[in-house]
């Protein structure tokens, strides 16, 4: 990627115009983005919500519960995967803007999403030292991966669709290496953490796949969205699709799910306590 965006610039092979460039196209948000990040977050709450429903007593944590953790893990990788195309999107919504700029806003977004993670560790340790009386809290998490990820990302985005390779390979050594090596624990952002790690930390998304995950969506965003653009034909969406494309705006989604927790714990908290039914 060089030049600038204000003028013609070579993206991974395609030549992009600025915005003060005549004919230069307006950028947009793509709907087929949104309704897809819309369905992982709309699963992510729902999964959340019977692991709340299990902190309560209000549900067993059985076979048939630890079966919706595989849907989890699918909806995370959904949304894991968009966050890499939508890295190649902004390119596109950035035109008319040097490309020192486009990396810029990249890791301002990295930055403010880490920021927030350990906003969210610090909660997750005073809630579980208050209020269920564990020393499980979250040391390494979605948001914490995610920032982290995005920086790494930064310098390979210029690789384009090479980045399907490297992120499988990343995935790869993430799902068949790491989970046997135990030592040094203090590697755990990576994958590497002792047996009993997982007593400890109420959620975990380690670097190695869940990077790999993002570069594979870096690298299927150069091969869909070629320079920022989408580059094939889709209809228009339906009631529904606009609906759930609407939840799952960047926005919308960081906003959920900083909140959901919190407030489906409110919830069944003043539920058990008017009724009787759970305790914590």
């Known amino acids: 990627m060089t030049g600038r965006m204000g003028g013609e610039m070579e993206v991974n092979g395609t030549t992009v115009r600025g915005i003060g460039e005549p004919g230069a196209p307006q950028s947009e948000r793509y709907w087929e983005i949104d309704a897809v990040r819309g369905l992982a977050i709309l699963g992510m709450l729902f999964y959340h919500f019977l692991a709340c429903l299990v902190a309560f007593h209000i549900i067993v944590e059985d076979a048939k519960f630890l079966s919706y953790y595989n849907t989890y893990m699918l909806g995370s990788g959904i949304f894991v995967l968009i966050a890499g195309i939508a890295m190649i999107l902004r390119h596109e919504r950035m035109r008319g803007r040097t490309t020192k ?49 995005m920086l790494l990302a930064i310098p390979l985005l210029r690789y384009g669709k090479w980045n399907i390779i490297l992120g499988m390979i990343i995935i790869a050594i993430g799902a068949f290496i790491f989970p046997y090596i135990n030592d040094p624990s203090w590697l755990y952002p990576l994958g590497i953490h002792a047996e009993d790690f997982m007593m400890y930390t109420q959620d975990y998304f380690p670097l190695f796949p869940w990077f790999g995950v993002l570069l594979l969506g870096v690298g299927l965003g150069n091969v869909f969205y070629p320079g920022g653009k989408r580059g094939f034909t889709i209809r228009e969406p339906g009631m529904v699709g606009e609906v759930i494309a609407k939840i799952g705006n960047g926005a919308v989604t960081l906003f959920i799910y900083l909140v959901h927790i919190p407030v489906i714990f409110v919830i069944l908290w003043i539920f058990s306590s008017l009724t009787g039914i759970g305790y914590l």
């Open 101 to 149: 700029e486009y990396y810029g806003a990249l890791v301002i977004k990295a930055l403010f999403l880490l920021a927030l993670g350990f906003c969210i560790t610090i909660g997750s340790w005073i809630g579980a030292s208050v209020f269920l009386g564990s020393d499980a809290f979250i040391k390494f998490g979605f948001l914490h991966m995610l920032g982290v990820s």
